[in-house]
Each structure stands twice: as C-alpha cells, then as structure tokens.
C-alpha cells in the first residue's frame, strides 16, 4: 500500500504515538463542542453539502449502508430521514463521538434503523459484499493508510455498491484560495480557541486538508484500487468535494 504526504500528518506534532490514536484522541476530546463548531464555523454549510453527497445515493435500492468515520451520526441520520434504507450502520474509532451520536439517534427515536459501533476504517468487521452503499463524510484525511482503508471499503461493498466520500479541498481561484487561506490558519483556530481547550484539532484539520490528494488524484487512488464509474464533483467554489466510486 502507498503512503500519502497526509498519512504523516498528525493531530499531536511529536507524539510517539500512531496517527490513528491521536486521531482518537483528539476526538474522544473535542466530542462534546465537535457538533455546534461544525455548524458554526461551516455556518450551516456542511449540512448543504452532506444532502448533496447523500444525492448521489438516491433511487438505488439500499437494504444495508454503512458510513464510516460516523463521528457523532449526522451522516447516517441524514440518510436515514432522506434515503430511508433498511438498516444503517456507523463505525468510528472514537468512543466520545459514538456515545454522542447514540444519544442523538435515541432521542430521535431512530435506534431501530441506525446501529453506531466502535469500529476501525482499515479492519472492517464485516463479510466481504455486505453493503450496498458505503459513505464517508469529512474522514478520508483521518484514515492511517489511505489506500487500507479504500481497500477495506471496497471489500465490504456489494458488487454494484457505491463509495460517497464527501471531503474538504482546496480552492482554485487565486482570490478565494487567499481568503481561504486566512480563514483556516487564522480565524478558524482563533474561533476554535474560544470554545475549545484543544486547538490543536483545527490546526490538524487545515494541515491535513493541505496535504490530502484531492480531485483527480483521489479518483486515480479509486480507479487503482479497483473502483469503476469514479467522479468527483467540487462544491462551494471547490472548497468541499465528493467523490464517487462502485464496485
């Protein structure tokens, strides 16, 4: 498997410890403001582009989906209430994110469709073919070994089954990349600083985001590891980006 530039970046600069443990670290940290900071420092946004990841999904039969990286549920209650699948099932490293999520899905009197476990993107629990729909929303960058995890989705997809990542990017134009820019390394770890002890999560975000291989090199990663029907579709003047591939 490749190592990409992103795999190394890590939440704690100088920690012995794995990318992964760091990444459950910090979110076992932040879980309890990770929800209100995603709203406000997207202003809303991120729930836009999730409705149009989940699009992608739309007027295929889904009996089983399972999202990875579900941090908190948003995705896969987005799913349940837009695509209404059969069952849905969420994995995620971090038990701090999970308990929230579980919280959310209960009180929502979604328990009965949407089952969230403690569980690892790189060593999938399930049988090989068991999903018809796999997404993954903002938590590509956080994977180990990107290509691992790909892999590890690929298997467990049915043939047929689709891959949605949704994913930052980086701007193109000259004018918002700076604005941008200013905004992730300045405004979003000042804001964050406020109403988090940890600001190191949102410093890990902008690296992570910096050296991730977006766009045409993320389809080539799909495309090498066996995906067919890739595509990627830039939103928000390319700052936000899904990505699609099936098995």
Same mark, same amino acid.
């Given at each position: 498997?490749?190592?990409?530039?992103?795999?190394?970046?890590? *939440?704690?600069?100088?920690?012995?410890?794995?990318?992964? =443990?760091?990444? @459950?670290?910090?979110?076992?940290?932040?879980?309890?403001?990770?929800?209100?900071?995603?709203?406000?420092?997207?202003?809303?946004?991120? /729930?836009?582009? #999730?409705?149009?990841?989940?699009?992608?999904? +739309?007027? #295929?039969?889904?009996?089983? /989906?399972?999202?990875?990286?579900?941090?908190?549920?948003?995705?896969? !209650?987005?799913?349940?209430?837009?695509?209404?699948?059969?069952?849905?099932?969420?994995?995620?490293? +971090?038990?701090?994110?999970?308990?929230?999520?579980?919280?959310?899905?209960?009180?929502?009197?979604?328990?009965?469709? !949407?089952?969230?476990?403690?569980?690892?993107? =790189?060593?999938?629990?399930?049988?090989?073919?068991?999903?018809?729909?796999?997404?993954?929303?903002?938590?590509? #960058?956080?994977?180990?070994?990107? @290509?691992?995890?790909? +892999?590890?989705?690929?298997?467990?997809?049915?043939?047929?089954?689709?891959?949605?990542?949704? =994913?930052?990017?980086?701007?193109?134009?000259?004018? /918002?990349?700076?604005?941008?820019?200013?905004?992730?390394?300045?405004?979003?770890?000042?804001?964050? +600083? !406020?109403?988090?002890?940890? *600001?190191?999560?949102?410093?890990?975000?902008?690296?992570?985001?910096?050296?991730?291989?977006?766009?045409?090199?993320?389809?080539?990663?799909?495309?090498?590891?066996?995906?067919?029907?890739?595509?990627?579709?830039?939103?928000?003047?390319? !700052? &936000?980006?899904?990505? &699609?591939?099936?098995?």
């Amino acid at each position: 498997m490749m190592k990409f530039a992103h795999d190394t970046v890590v *939440p704690f600069a100088g920690s012995e410890r794995s990318k992964k =443990e760091q990444v @459950e670290e910090m979110f076992d940290d932040i879980a309890g403001r990770y929800d209100f900071l995603n709203r406000f420092l997207s202003v809303g946004t991120d /729930m836009g582009w #999730r409705k149009k990841a989940l699009r992608q999904l +739309s007027h #295929r039969p889904l009996n089983h /989906m399972l999202d990875v990286a579900t941090g908190t549920g948003d995705m896969a !209650i987005m799913a349940s209430r837009l695509l209404k699948p059969g069952k849905i099932t969420g994995i995620d490293i +971090s038990d701090g994110m999970l308990a929230i999520g579980k919280d959310k899905i209960n009180q929502l009197g979604l328990g009965g469709s !949407i089952e969230l476990l403690k569980g690892d993107s =790189e060593t999938i629990n399930f049988n090989d073919n068991t999903f018809d729909a796999v997404t993954v929303a903002f938590g590509v #960058r956080n994977f180990q070994n990107l @290509e691992k995890g790909l +892999s590890e989705i690929f298997r467990v997809l049915k043939p047929g089954g689709r891959l949605v990542v949704l =994913e930052f990017s980086k701007p193109q134009s000259r004018l /918002m990349k700076a604005l941008y820019n200013f905004y992730m390394q300045t405004m979003a770890p000042a804001i964050c +600083s !406020i109403f988090s002890k940890n *600001p190191h999560a949102y410093r890990y975000l902008n690296k992570s985001i910096q050296q991730f291989p977006e766009g045409k090199n993320f389809v080539n990663i799909l495309n090498g590891l066996g995906y067919c029907n890739t595509a990627n579709k830039p939103l928000t003047l390319g !700052i &936000c980006s899904i990505y &699609c591939g099936e098995k």
